[in-house]
């Protein structure tokens, strides 16, 4: 068998497979630490800086292991990149022919009963022309596609609104009792991926599972050897989305929906039924209405008070119940009636556990306000009591790697947060000079996050650095109102050279192939664009910050972790909002240097990282760049860089 260090030589198998390939002392050290806490089924907590190569850093040792290895990415994005293209190269050059399985969540393969549904449903209506046309090309679709995975269907776009009809979810599926299980998409995803020795999903999919024992991997898990979690930064936050419970006014409106498509299918002579739905669609809309404002997150206690939300939720809780009642007495005349009877037992047991002050006291409440829904949540205040239990249940490797899980190498506030005890940890800096690629620039003068103009002012600053640069910049806002408002800035700016692109004026994926084929552009972005960007070469020269990445206050979650942090005598500012500001804002620094020979200058506005003692500690957690808070020092580096380019292309 091949030795790890003879396959990362400059001479190895992967040298002569992948074009881009160089050798890296990081990258052979990181490989052969995973490769002995696989062997030994140790658990490894791992950072890797930009371009340490950390994907076949444990590709390699995973497919040289054998054994069962499920590897859980950030997105379904990364997980088609991994089996496309990462694992079939990395498979190849080693030449060793293990079987390699996909598995997504149930809601991206298409379902043949509910499309079947659709095409026979006279009532059903559609937001427009295009939606409707979308309907006989998924049919061709499922009648022909081997994998009823929707991401192949490029005809129809992934956020089209027939995909909600045409998909299943947990609720909706009738499991063995569907009359087209045999064909199921699903199903067949999930034998392929007992069959395989590699199986890759995503960390939705992962904790779905967990939780609900509903996609497959529950069968997966006890064979399993090894669980890798690239863009493990990302856990905590999928964790406690899953290990907590939610249920929203839109999930009622389609259980309303469903039943009455089925009894009228099954139970047409039933007419009970169909009025104490009316009279359930009713109780829900109420309590959509009973609270004001939309797209903001409330804690439990902003509603407890509120007498007309307190008198609609026990009024829909009492429609649920007697629309629940009538159920069971029709359910046994179709699969269809049987599944909506448990569906609403399910959202019954929710609202009302919700509303349990006993049962709730180790969970967070809080309400989510959308424009048309509402949606009741209940996050754990902790998961890593919850997330060690899973660990333990079976010995097996468990390695959680990224570019962003360590406060100057240090772990623990991750390691904590997961419930990781006793574990290997290992950081690994970046091959990159960013010593000589990257300059770090905080301006002199701006004043305090909080100041009414400080959006307007960090525009002006940024100004000469964007004329100086030439555009090629990122533009990374901590909230959507301070983006859109560097926007209409810059939009107003009627001699501006520079093409604006906004996030929400079409896909991320769009947005950035428009971004890299314009010579200079300036993208405007909030979440979406802080992690998982990948612009390398002149694009992108300069990544500015409007502020330190701390999370609101005003969060119901975030409030609850840190008054109970506070109350243990512990300082929360310290222990969790300085991390996970200081990891997110790694995170975003991240996007400017992606290669050997790129260059750029990260400005980062907020006075904060110079004049609080805090700040030292985020500065010296982001890459070693030189600093500067002297806006003449841009200008000259980014001339040295057009010199460079100049002379480069003489």
Request: aromatic share 8%; net charge negative.
């Amino acid at each position: 068998m091949l030795e790890i260090k003879s396959i990362f030589s400059s001479d190895g198998v992967l040298a002569s497979n992948f074009p881009e390939f160089r050798e890296r002392p990081q990258q052979l050290e990181m490989a052969e630490v995973i490769a002995d806490t696989i062997a030994n089924r140790q658990v490894l907590v791992a950072e890797a800086g930009t371009g340490t190569g950390k994907t076949l850093a444990y590709l390699i040792p995973a497919l040289l292991a054998g054994g069962k290895v499920i590897i859980s990415t950030g997105t379904k994005t990364l997980q088609d990149q991994l089996f496309y293209r990462d694992i079939p190269t990395a498979r190849k050059a080693i030449n060793i022919p293990v079987t390699v399985a996909l598995l997504k969540g149930r809601n991206n393969y298409i379902c043949h009963y509910h499309l079947e549904r659709c095409l026979q449903d006279s009532r059903m209506s559609f937001d427009s022309r295009e939606e409707a046309a979308y309907l006989p090309i998924i049919e061709r679709f499922a009648n022909n596609s081997a994998s009823g995975d929707k991401s192949e269907l490029n005809l129809v776009p992934e956020h089209a609104a027939i995909w909600q009809q045409v998909t299943s979810t947990r609720e909706s599926c009738l499991g063995s009792e569907c009359p087209s299980y045999k064909k199921c998409f699903v199903m067949e995803a999930r034998k392929q991926a007992l069959l395989a020795e590699i199986v890759v999903v995503n960390h939705h999919l992962f904790f779905a599972d967990v939780m609900l024992r509903d996609e497959g991997l529950s069968e997966l898990l006890p064979a399993c050897n090894t669980v890798i979690f690239d863009e493990a930064h990302q856990l905590p936050d999928t964790a406690s989305l899953f290990f907590g419970e939610s249920i929203s006014t839109a999930q009622l409106l389609d259980l309303i929906r469903d039943t009455l498509a089925e009894s009228i299918r099954s139970a047409a002579d039933f007419t009970e039924l169909p009025a104490a739905l009316a009279k359930l669609e009713k109780s829900v809309r109420d309590l959509r209405l009973a609270v004001t404002g939309e797209n903001t997150r409330l804690s439990w206690q902003a509603v407890q008070n509120n007498s007309e939300f307190q008198t609609a939720l026990r009024r829909l809780i009492d429609q649920q119940i007697s629309a629940l009642k009538l159920l069971e007495n029709q359910a046994e005349r179709s699969e269809g009636l049987e599944n909506c009877r448990q569906r609403a037992a399910q959202h019954l047991y929710l609202l009302e556990r919700w509303c349990n002050d006993a049962e709730m006291h180790d969970h967070i409440r809080w309400l989510e306000v959308f424009h048309h829904a509402l949606q009741l949540n209940a996050t754990p205040l902790s998961i890593a009591e919850i997330f060690k239990r899973q660990m333990m249940s079976t010995p097996r490797a468990w390695i959680f790697t990224s570019a962003t899980l360590s406060i100057k190498s240090d772990f623990s506030h991750y390691n904590h947060e997961m419930g990781l005890s006793e574990v290997r940890t290992a950081t690994w800096d970046s091959p990159f000079d960013f010593s000589e690629q990257a300059l770090l620039y905080v301006p002199s003068g701006l004043p305090e996050p909080n100041h009414p103009n400080y959006i307007d002012q960090v525009v002006q600053a940024a100004l000469p650095v964007l004329h100086a640069s030439q555009g090629r910049a990122f533009i990374l806002c901590t909230s959507l109102r301070s983006m859109q408002r560097v926007y209409e800035l810059l939009s107003s700016i009627e001699s501006l050279p520079f093409p604006l692109f906004l996030q929400g004026q079409g896909s991320r994926s769009h947005l950035l192939e428009r971004f890299r084929a314009t010579d200079n552009a300036i993208l405007i972005g909030s979440q979406s664009f802080w992690e998982g960007v990948d612009i390398r070469g002149e694009a992108l020269s300069l990544v500015i910050i409007d502020k330190l990445p701390f999370a609101s206050p005003d969060d119901p979650v975030l409030s609850a972790r840190i008054e109970k942090i506070n109350q243990e005598g512990r300082n929360a500012f310290m222990e969790y909002q300085l991390p996970h500001a200081i990891i997110q804002l790694k995170q975003g620094a991240g996007r400017l240097i992606r290669g050997e020979t790129d260059r750029g200058v990260l400005m980062i506005c907020d006075p904060r990282l110079i004049a609080k003692t805090y700040g030292k500690k985020i500065w010296q957690s982001l890459p070693p760049m030189k600093r500067t808070r002297n806006l003449q020092d841009v200008v000259q580096f980014f001339h040295a860089i057009e010199t460079k380019e100049q002379l480069s292309g003489t």
